[in-house]
């Protein structure tokens, strides 16, 4: 079995997919871009390095003879001036800047020239299928009628943003979007609405895929850090597009929710 080849950002998302390929006997290997991760242990052949160093990665990943690849966690945009970039780097940097902007294209133009060097990338979806909740109630507390038809309007709005590839959630408090997510991510949303909310447990993170990205490429992905962002700012839960968004780590997430009344609601 040829190994597969994680390109790792920031956040615990890589080591969970670590964790579960070591489980199922696959081999892997790591290409990490994530600060956090300098002293992880992956147990697997790995090489810390810069995104501008393209060609390292691509002999790194021939080296050992990966044709898929996952990617997963978050990824910084480095400034010009940070990039450490390689010839290889250089040619991929000055063709996409002409591609147009938005996390959705640049990711695209990606997988395009992984795909030329003969690297298929792979949805993490497929590895962990697991971490996908469906509809309904996640949680054992459920939200009022009500509250299901605010939900509902805070998914149609992102679905309208989607083609603007703006964010992959909001805030709606009441039935009122507090706000949208920018690039401060997931977290920073929570903590910025915050000082905006009239009401205490009112509040929903909503969180989707855009319809127009290719989910193998940035999925949705929730933790329990955010669950405890949500309680800590007064929230009522959290809303998704059901098989959408993947949890890390379900059941302590089911656990926390149930034991600190979060809801945790599935459309």
Known sequence: MKALGIIAGEGAFPLLLARRLQEEGRPF?????????QEATWSAPHLSLSLGQVGKALAFLRQHHVTQVVMAGAFQRPSLSSLR????????????MKQPKGDDHWLRFLATQLAKEGMEVV???????????????????????EDQ????????????????????ALVTELGWVVGIEAAEG??????????LMREHKKAFLIKSA???????????????????????????GLAFRAKQIIFLEPAPMKAFADREGLIMWGV
């Open 210 to 236: 855009k319809k127009t990205q290719d989910v193998r490429l940035d999925p949705p992905v929730v933790g329990i850090q955010t669950l405890r962002f949500l309680l800590d700012c007064g929230f009522a």
């Open 186 to 195: 997931t977290d920073g949303l929570i903590q910025r609405t915050q000082p």
């Open 29 to 37: 290997v790591v290409l990490s871009y994530g600060q956090d991760h």
């Open 123 to 145: 949805s993490p979806q497929s590895i962990l299928p697991h971490t996908l909740p469906g509809a309904g109630a996640f949680s054992d507390h459920v939200p009022t009628r």
């Open 85 to 96: 970039v390689d010839w290889q780097g250089s040619r991929w940097l000055g063709a996409l």
């Open 149 to 168: 038809g605010h939900i509902r309007k805070g998914l149609d709005v992102l679905d309208a943003l989607s083609p603007f590839d703006v964010g992959q």
